[in-house]
């Protein structure tokens, strides 16, 4: 299994590089790789072209995956593809890099319930009802049946819940004393109140 941070959002209302940002002396892609490396992965990074100089300050460039300029998709389901196409065989366990809060403890439950439950081809989270696709489980097997539905012209949407819809997801319920975890930071605002 492969730890993948996602990096390659706009980052619009941040109007900066989230994943460069500095927090707690750190880089927001730097925490996240930090947490998954815990749980004894090899982590790697999913950002888009423009990104790549930037990121190649930081990190080693064998540790980049290049959004695939050959996927007509859009999105983080454009990363979590272009991983897949380098990396066939392997799971991916997948954190996005604004989810600051995020509780190691969180992630190993994540990790400990794929170990138990072997025959799902997704695993994530769900929140009050509503799934958290960016912090997941996302096994090879999974990952092929959506590569075939691009290929073949039949993946409807690019959204990551459209992909979950068209998997075997078992979906974890967060535990009130986790809901903080799945805060993502938007806005300078949001990352001050921390």
């Not at 925490?31 to 190649?56: I, M, P």
């Not at 290049?66 to 366990?93: A, C, E, R, Y």
Request: net charge negative; hydrophobic share 40%.
């Amino acid at each position: 299994m492969l730890g993948i941070v996602l990096c390659g959002g706009l980052s619009l209302r941040m109007g900066a590089d989230k994943g460069l940002l500095n927090h707690q002396d750190k880089l927001w892609a730097t925490l996240a790789s930090d947490k998954l490396r815990s749980l004894g992965f090899e982590v790697k990074f999913s950002v888009n072209k423009n990104q790549e100089s930037a990121y190649a300050g930081h990190f080693s460039e064998d540790k980049l995956i290049l959004d695939n300029p050959s996927l007509d998709v859009k999105g983080p389901l454009h990363g979590v593809l272009s991983v897949h196409l380098l990396n066939p065989d392997d799971d991916l366990f997948l954190l996005a890099c604004d989810m600051l809060s995020m509780d190691v403890a969180v992630l190993q439950q994540l990790m400990n319930t794929f170990i138990s439950e072997k025959s799902f081809e997704a695993y994530i989270f769900k929140k009050n009802g509503h799934q958290e696709p960016l912090c997941g489980i996302y096994t090879a097997v999974g990952l092929r049946k959506i590569m075939k539905m691009l290929q073949t012209g039949v993946l409807e949407k690019h959204s990551m819940k459209f992909v979950l819809s068209q998997l075997n997801v078992l979906e974890i319920p967060v535990e009130a004393k986790d809901y903080h975890s799945f805060d993502n930071f938007n806005s300078h605002a949001e990352v001050n109140g921390l």
